[in-house]
């Protein structure tokens, strides 16, 4: 079996869809019956593979989203037929997909497609969008959530399987009570200041609430005086990031604000241990990744209760509602005033997380780039 793998719609691993592909193409399972090769824009070549060394094909392309969709609407299927592929991996399977194939596919969706659809300009990419999940072999969607969102949109997909993601705990694990304690975290080239909070998202639509949680944390600092900072690790759009940042400015807490633009993901390990908790306001969320990633680093997490959120976190997270803001505020103190609450907290995340592995995702995926093929 040959697997073709699309790189397109991952911002060239600057994304919570690049991290997924890095995490998935690290933990492939080797076999003589497989191989793998990765194709998408030569911006790509080196960012996926890592020891992996899979073979790269470059596709020329003017690196936009509508470029990129218009050749999968045209050339995808030339070109897998080209490459002798038996079934082709579409990474970002909402975004990145032909209207129809003449190689068997899989689509990987990470996103909450209504929205995706409501934001994407222009009838004839909807229309490509939609026809493409429709038509594809299987759909792999990362949680319940986003797969009944598949289903509200109307699309009417062959068959879907649920394979959430994973957690790599070779990176993101607790700190040990050893390690020499600092007022200051020194991770290239930023160097935070401790108590801090987390919100590690990217700033790109007001679904991800980064304004109430502004809002919210202002509260929390007027009314405890507390010295805890807060850290936005995420890369801001134009006009919703302008957005945040006049929420910032505006905050009596500005100077304890910390935006930090894009964050590596392999640097987000050190920014969680560090941390006092993770803030996830977002109800806009059909992964979550973050929360599983942040209790797995032994830090407490408190988050909306919306979308995929109470699917992924199970009871492990201390809820709270997003649309009012007095709540978020009380929401934040307690998380930091109640050790009780703390220590459970912790604890039961550190073992929730243990339950999501990218090893049992990649297997997972693979067994049904088979079943779509007859193996």
């Not at 194709?39 to 890592?50: A, M, Y």
């Not at 304004?211 to 919210?216: C, D, G, R, V, Y």
């Not at 894009?262 to 992964?287: D, I, K, M, Q, T």
């Amino acid at each position: 079996m040959k697997v073709g793998i699309d790189t397109f719609g991952t911002e060239h691993g600057r994304s919570g869809l690049g991290s997924y592909l890095i995490s998935l193409v690290r933990n492939l399972p080797e076999s003589d019956d497989i191989s793998y090769e990765l194709f998408g824009p030569e911006l790509d070549r080196f960012t996926f593979n890592g020891d992996r060394d899979f073979p790269f094909v470059s596709v020329a392309t003017l690196d936009t989203a509508k470029s990129d969709l218009r050749w999968h609407k045209l050339k995808a299927n030339y070109f897998g037929k080209k490459q002798q592929y038996d079934v082709m991996l579409y990474t970002a399977g909402s975004r990145m997909i032909p209207d129809r194939f003449k190689v068997k596919g899989v689509a990987v969706v990470n996103d909450i497609v209504s929205t995706v659809l409501s934001q994407t300009e222009g009838f004839s990419q909807r229309h490509q969008i939609r026809a493409g999940l429709s038509h594809v072999d299987c759909i792999i969607a990362s949680s319940q959530y986003i797969k009944k969102d598949i289903e509200r949109s109307k699309i009417h997909c062959k068959r879907i399987e649920v394979i959430h993601n994973g957690v790599d705990r070779t990176l993101f694990y607790p700190r040990a009570n050893a390690e020499v304690e600092s007022d200051l975290v020194d991770i290239k080239p930023f160097a935070i200041k401790k108590p801090y909070f987390i919100y590690p998202s990217r700033i790109n639509n007001p679904g991800k609430k980064h304004i109430e949680l502004i809002k919210a944390f202002t509260l929390f600092k007027e009314k405890t005086g507390a010295p805890h900072r807060l850290v936005i690790a995420g890369n801001p759009s134009q006009d919703y990031g302008d957005l945040v940042h006049k929420a910032v400015f505006e905050s009596t807490a500005a100077s304890d604000i910390f935006i930090t633009g894009h964050f590596p993901h392999e640097n987000f390990p050190e920014l969680y241990r560090n941390a006092e908790a993770c803030l996830f306001p977002s109800v806009n969320e059909g992964v979550g990744l973050p929360v599983l990633e942040a209790m797995a680093s032994g830090i407490p997490v408190a988050c909306a209760s919306a979308g995929a959120l109470p699917e992924v976190a199970g009871k492990n997270a201390f809820y709270f509602d997003s649309e009012n803001i007095q709540e978020m505020a009380d929401a934040i103190e307690r998380i930091i005033s109640d050790e009780p609450l703390r220590l459970k907290l912790i604890k039961d995340g550190l073992e929730w997380a243990k339950r999501f592995s990218w090893e049992k995702n990649a297997h997972a995926t693979v067994a049904v780039l088979e079943s779509v093929l007859g193996k």
